[in-house]
């Protein structure tokens, strides 16, 4: 998803330290507007989820599996970044937006907004973290790599035994956003034309 920065509101919140659905709900009742996005380090490597807020509705949604090089949208995107909640160890960054910014990343993220807003009212979290979702990438991937060799294809050098740490976790992280800005395909005249009335408004 393309997304502007945005202002920083919380980074490295633990998913250990909150209650996701209270965590969720809080924002929609403030009436918030950007983003948040949760990153865990799952079994087979590095997941993100970002949900877009406007106006305390989530209103768009991606997700990332960095070893299988796949991204979901909008719905599938939504099911998959909720899970990720209830996953036993990973962080949550969150950024505000304004209204402009979040209607120019809606323009030109059309195909990741959801057909369906999600209020406080219809949030329908899982009860707990569920594996299926990457069970899934890694049988269709034909995934048969250990652990270690898919922290090597991601260029993660650890040390047999050493932790995923908040901090190797964040500069992943970071790395890979860093990838996504360079291989960012050119706005096309569509979304050009969009930007247009959007501007005039």
Known sequence: MRIAAGTPVERGRELTALNAEEYLKKLMKESFTGYVCVAINDKHGMEEGI???????IVASSYAYFAFDKEYKAEQALERALNAFKAVSGIVDCFSLSN???????????EF??????????LSMPAVFSEDFENKEAEQAGA???????FKKLGISRKTGERTTKKTLVEKAKQEEKKTEEARPEITEDRLEKLRKLLKR
């Open 144 to 150: 048969s790599m250990s652990k270690e060799d898919l």
């Open 113 to 122: 907004v959801l057909k369906e807003v999600v209020t406080a009212e219809n």
């Open 51 to 57: 949900l877009l807020f406007k106006e305390g509705n």
């Open 100 to 110: 402009s910014q979040a209607e120019l990343v809606l323009t030109l993220n059309d």
